[in-house]
């Protein structure tokens, strides 16, 4: 009688871009989804009548929080393990959601959209530039060589 070989786990597949930016995409939507369900009817009854440095505040701590999300992606790229870079993909969806969701809590005050969105968009634009980095090219096959490429 012998003894099975221990099961050796299947190598993660590769980081392509297009994997990427559908992690990232997909914990984009987890976050933001419910955010936007509970927030903007939520933030229709919050009527918020604070002063204008609350709000910078915010912006602040949102701006924090982004960063944090940003370097802890980066770090987490960065770790030698099989698929790092895939759930690096996942936890960068948290640093344009978070002025996303302050947004979305805080749609009644003007101020509150006018500095929590851009920051979202800067924060998603440094996102996707940081996917591009991290992806892996598609290597080419033997009949996409033979084809010369058409671009429009």
């Given amino acids: ?16 871009f297009r ?15 419910p955010g936007v369900v509970i ?14 440095g609350i709000t910078w505040l915010l912006a602040g701590v949102a701006l924090l929080c982004s960063l ?14 099989p698929g790092s870079i895939l759930s690096a993909a996942v936890l960068l969806a948290s640093a344009p959601a978070v002025p996303l969701l302050m947004a979305c809590a805080l749609w009644r005050r003007v ?5 929590l969105l851009p920051l979202g968009a800067l924060a998603l634009l440094a ?3 940081l996917l ?5 090219p598609i290597a080419d096959g033997p ?10």
């Fill in 127 to 129: 996102g996707w530039a």
């Fill in 1 to 16: 009688m012998s003894v099975p070989e221990p099961l050796q786990a299947a190598p993660p597949p590769p980081a392509t």
């Fill in 111 to 115: 101020d509150a959209l006018t500095l």
């Fill in 19 to 33: 994997r990427l930016r559908g992690l990232y995409l997909l914990g984009l939507g987890a976050l933001v989804l």
């Fill in 132 to 136: 591009r980095s991290w992806a892996v």
């Fill in 68 to 81: 944090l999300s940003l370097g802890l992606a980066w770090r987490q790229s960065r770790h030698p393990e």
């Fill in 143 to 152: 009949a996409q060589k033979a084809e010369p490429s058409r671009t429009l």
């Fill in 39 to 52: 927030g903007l009817p939520m933030g229709s009854l919050l009527r918020p009548g604070w002063a204008l």
